[in-house]
């Protein structure tokens, strides 16, 4: 019974993306491999009030009456890796700040890194497996004592589905609609390869970053044969309708996942430690509707969790939320609306809901406008609000 409304559910996601299905659509599963790295170290004392730096690597203070004398050193690495595959990914960001005075002594270090895999096999279903950790340790020396403190998250989750992100993608064909490039799958794809990997692309380590610049748009032009429309690519985002009308489609997603997750946590500090573990069991779908006007997306979750800080002992947490975005065919206005049920054994109330929707309002491409309503504390409290831009002259 459970696997017959799993293949109902994932043929009806099939048939609604079939309706719709077009040049864009089509590439809604759409994966750039892509591989980046990048290292660097600078000063790690901060910055005093009498300078305009950050990233000091020696301070040397000296006072005159009565004479007194301090020196401090300091160094801060940072170190960030991605790697995307087809199936895979794999990300690492960390950060590690040492400093030594005559006064005080401090190793910071913080890093998370994480590998999910769409290559695991459950039976007739494709599954995947998530890892990941993140780290933070800070160490004080200081006359002779020694103060740590260590916080350890580790995840590890099994699932089925797949989420992907269609921002970009709806970005593109807003993009080639107003730079008047045919819209073709091919074309959309060529883009999407370039877009998806702009940040590394201009990131590449170089002693002139602005080859970087020239080069991306200068390919990426030439890559969608209109190399007479350089400037227009890199300028795009000067047009306030095209800003306005890209905002749209922030936050778009396509596909369902679901997810069982264990997260324990561990605090480890001189002269105490606890710990807590959450056992958590989660989903998360989104598509398109009405000829690709409504866009809906749907997430919930049911965790268990124990934690040995106080008399917390076991507790229970669920959650519901959802949000539909309604895109008309005229670009000056859409509206977003959210909802979100909490229910938590460990607050007071228990029990919260919450309720939004917003419109957003072009009148003309110097006046923007937009208003809300929000509801809030399950009904007790109500905020309207409204604003907006107006350029005159």
């Known amino acids: 019974m459970r696997k017959s409304l799993i293949i109902l559910f994932i043929f009806s996601l099939f048939i609604t993306s079939a309706l719709v299905a077009g040049p864009v659509e089509n590439l809604y599963t759409l994966i750039v491999p892509q591989t980046s790295s990048r290292l660097f170290f600078n000063g790690g004392l901060g910055s005093p009030v009498i300078s305009d730096k950050i990233d000091d690597v020696v301070e040397i203070n000296m006072g005159f009456d009565p004479f007194d004398l301090s020196i401090a050193t300091g160094v801060q690495a940072t170190y ?24 005080l002594s401090n190793l910071y270090f913080e890093g998370t890194g994480s590998y999910k895999s769409y290559t695991l096999n459950l039976q007739e279903y494709l599954g995947f497996y998530d890892f990941s950790l993140h780290a933070r340790l800070n160490t004080n020396l200081s006359s002779n004592t020694v103060t740590t403190v260590l916080d350890l998250d580790p995840k590890g989750a099994i699932g089925i589905g797949r989420s992907y992100s269609i921002t970009t993608l709806k970005q593109i064909e807003l993009m080639f609609k107003y730079l008047a490039i045919p819209l073709t799958e091919q074309t959309i794809r060529t883009a999407a390869e370039f877009l998806y990997t702009r940040e590394n692309r201009l990131s590449r380590y170089s002693d002139d970053n602005r080859l970087n610049f020239t080069t991306y748009y200068r390919d990426l032009a030439q890559a969608l044969n209109v190399p007479d429309k350089v400037l227009n690519l890199i300028y795009i985002d000067q047009s306030q309708e ?19 997750a264990i997260e324990p946590k561990f605090h480890l500090e001189t002269g105490s430690s606890y710990s807590k573990t959450d056992v958590i069991l989660s989903g998360e779908y989104a598509a398109f509707f009405m000829e690709n006007r409504l866009h809906c997306q749907a997430n919930g979750s049911i965790g268990v969790a124990y934690s040995s800080q106080g008399s917390q002992g076991f507790s229970f947490r669920t959650t519901l939320g959802g949000r539909a975005r309604y895109l008309p065919q005229n670009y000056h206005w859409w509206v977003d609306s959210g909802m979100q049920v909490v229910f938590d054994t460990t607050d007071s109330p228990k029990f919260h809901m919450q309720l939004n929707g917003e419109l957003n309002y072009m009148l003309t491409p110097n006046f923007v406008t937009y208003a809300g309503l929000e509801v809030y504390n399950t009904f007790k409290d109500y905020m309207l609000y409204a604003g907006g831009r107006y350029r005159i002259w």
């Open 80 to 103: 960030v890796y991605g790697k995307q595959t087809l199936d895979d990914s794999l990300a690492i960001d960390t950060v590690a700040n040492l400093t030594l005075s005559d006064t």
């Open 242 to 260: 095209f800003a306005f009308e890209r905002a749209r489609f922030d936050d778009l997603r396509y596909g369902w996942e679901a997810q069982l």
